[in-house]
């Protein structure tokens, strides 16, 4: 094999709370994540040595600080691989958005790699690798509907949501997850998502129920801060939107209707807006 195309696919998060500050910096979570059919391409070739990368939006870096760059190096030590690799990514996931753009092309070129080289290795062998990488890339291995915790690498699989009409909405700014973690209080939470309850939700394909019991505990946050989340997820629930909520720490924001007719007539309305949007649906792990 000399090749290989992977879709590298978006998540939200359907809750997100924060437990607690751990000694090292990092934060303890308990999050449920949930892939979407939104996705880059990223398309791995085989060459003499080293590792090469291209993308065809000019702002993501190429060299070594893009994520995919750091996950086949990693890689390349561990399993001692002679030949080098050309990483080409065709860009779909809108950047900084909490929607995991970097982890997912992270995920596909570990994926990618464990195939183009005959490396045999199973999926918690490549977790393992992923964990080094970034704390979301675990999860983009993985996919479908996932409980994470730890610091979002200790992942159970939950029931499959797959198939939920979703609109997803980015407004013209980047947010840095750091900045939102650094402006966190965590004694000022007040409202924390019922885990068990989304989890049975999620059990009874309960959309409405799910739809309605989304809390992101980051949201206050970067709503402080952007404003305009506050009015998308308002301009959501106008439009029909069973429930919505900001992705990760955002600013995404994503809306869950009850059908896709709903989905699509939100979608027309806001679609030539200032924000970019997207028509999408909720995804199983894939086989
Ligand atoms: P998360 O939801 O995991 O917090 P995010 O979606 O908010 O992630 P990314 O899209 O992964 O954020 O981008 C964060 C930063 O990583 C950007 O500043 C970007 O320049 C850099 N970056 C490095 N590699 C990539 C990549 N392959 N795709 C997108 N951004 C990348």
Redesign the pocket.
């Known amino acids: 094999m000399e090749s290989i195309s992977l879709n590298a696919y978006a998540k939200i998060n359907l809750s997100i709370d924060i437990i607690g500050k751990r000694p090292d910096g990092y934060h303890d979570v308990k999050m449920i994540m949930q892939t979407i059919a939104l996705h880059d391409k990223v398309t791995l070739e085989v060459r003499d040595g080293g590792i090469e990368i291209e993308c065809d939006k000019s702002w ?2 190429t060299g070594a ?4 760059y750091k996950a086949a190096s990693l890689l390349m030590k561990e399993y001692n691989i002679q030949k080098g690799v050309c990483i080409k ?1 065709a ?1 779909n ?1 809108p ?9 997912t ?1 992270a995920a596909a070129v570990l994926k990618g790699m464990n195939k183009l080289f005959s490396l045999n290795l199973g999926e918690n062998e490549l977790m393992a690798v992923g964990k080094q990488v970034g704390a ?1 890339v675990p999860f983009c291995i993985k996919g479908g509907t996932v409980l994470a915790e730890g610091i979002g690498e200790v992942l159970t699989e939950l029931d499959s949501f797959s198939k939920v009409d979703i609109v997803l909405v980015k407004p013209e700014i980047g947010v840095s ?1 750091a900045w939102v973690y650094k402006n966190l209080d965590l004694g000022k939470i007040s409202i924390r998502p019922d885990t068990p309850l989304l989890i049975k939700a999620i059990s009874n394909k309960d959309r409405i129920c799910v739809a309605q019991n989304m809390k992101n505990v980051l949201e206050s946050v970067t709503i402080e801060k952007h404003e305009v989340i506050k009015e998308i997820k308002q301009e959501l629930m106008r439009l029909g939107a069973l429930g919505s909520m900001m992705s ?2 955002g600013p995404s924001v994503f809306g869950i209707f009850e059908d896709r007719a709903k989905a699509e007539y939100a979608y027309e309305k806001l679609k030539n807006n200032k924000w970019d949007c997207f028509l999408t649906e909720t995804l199983c792990e894939e086989r």
């Open positions: 993501i870096p600080d893009n994520i995919a990514i860009k996931i950047v900084a958005a909490g929607l995991a753009g970097g982890s092309d979301d997850t990760g720490s």
